[in-house]
């Protein structure tokens, strides 16, 4: 992504004046890698525990009510995962002939892979949150001593 970013300053403000133009394919193809480093960076941070948390408040808390708490977390973020994906599973198919502005009119870069990564990011996703629910009835000191932060990484 970077380096698409990089080529398409590159063009319109350093050699736009000597070719007159940008490339018009950067700016189609950073907004679609945009969509899948979000997704895929998502499904890593939930992998990691390292989603958007309130430590302070969990620290305070006793150990059963960091289990609930992460019991209900975890099943609403299964409940959005599966919107999710229901939603763009069907957008997946609905534009598969679509094109993205200047980009070539074959896959990837049909409008439809822009759902892969929701997709594809929600199944890991939901793949992590199985585990965490796991965790909780199996090893429950694993996740407490992640949200508390008590372990020795």
């Known amino acids: 992504m970077i380096l698409v970013v990089g080529l398409q300053i590159l063009t319109r403000w350093v050699l736009g004046t000597f ?22 960076g998502a499904a890593v941070a939930s992998g990691k525990r390292e989603h958007i ?28 995962v599966g919107v999710l994906i229901s939603g763009a599973y069907p957008l997946y198919l609905q534009n598969q002939g679509s094109v993205i502005g200047a980009l070539p009119t074959y896959p990837p870069f049909t409008q439809a892979w822009l759902y892969v990564p929701a997709i594809v990011g ?8 199985i585990r965490d629910l ?3 009835v199996v090893a429950p000191e694993v996740i407490l001593n992640d949200l508390k932060g008590d372990d020795d990484d």
């Open 53 to 80: 948390s309130l430590d302070l408040l969990v620290s305070r808390l006793s150990d059963g009510t960091i289990r609930v708490l992460t019991v209900l977390r975890t099943l609403l973020i299964l409940v959005f």
């Open 134 to 136: 796991w965790q909780v």
């Open 19 to 40: 070719i007159g133009s940008s490339l018009p394919w950067t700016v189609n193809l950073s907004q679609m890698l945009l969509v899948y480093v979000t997704f895929i």
């Open 122 to 129: 929600g199944i890991v996703i939901a793949i992590y949150g």
